[in-house]
């Protein structure tokens, strides 16, 4: 089985930058694509990015300019930089892990953007 544990989230204030990691373990040699979503309770998730094995990223398209995933394959951990952060984006944060068919979901840190 694979595990998933992020961190970094936290209270920022709006126009803040944050940095979230989720690391991986167990069942990593069979892990290929990895990625960042979010959802605020009540509403549904949202993709943010997914970044392949390979390093090749993609982001959805009304995200693109402000967030940056990366990857060190060595420690099996995915980042993501969140620049200029709004009020809105308050949410919790998930970093889902594809092994084979199957995808495994992370609890998530809370991100609160507020002054």
């Known amino acids: 089985q694979l595990q998933l544990l992020e961190s970094g989230g936290g209270l920022v204030q709006p126009g803040g930058s944050l940095r979230l990691s989720c690391a991986a373990s167990g069942s990593v040699v069979s892990m290929s694509g990895m990625g960042w979503s979010r959802q605020v309770p009540g509403r549904e998730r949202e993709s943010i990015a997914a970044?392949?094995?390979?390093?090749?990223?993609t982001y959805a398209d009304s995200l693109k300019g402000r967030f940056t995933i990366s990857r060190d394959n060595a420690k099996n951990t995915v980042y993501l930089q969140i620049n200029n952060l709004k009020p809105d984006e308050t949410s919790v944060y998930s970093c889902?892990?594809?092994?084979?068919?199957?995808?495994?979901w992370g609890q998530g840190p809370q991100v609160t953007v507020s002054s």
């Open positions: 889902p892990a594809l092994v084979g068919l199957s995808m495994t």
């Open positions: 970044i392949t094995k390979g390093g090749t990223a």
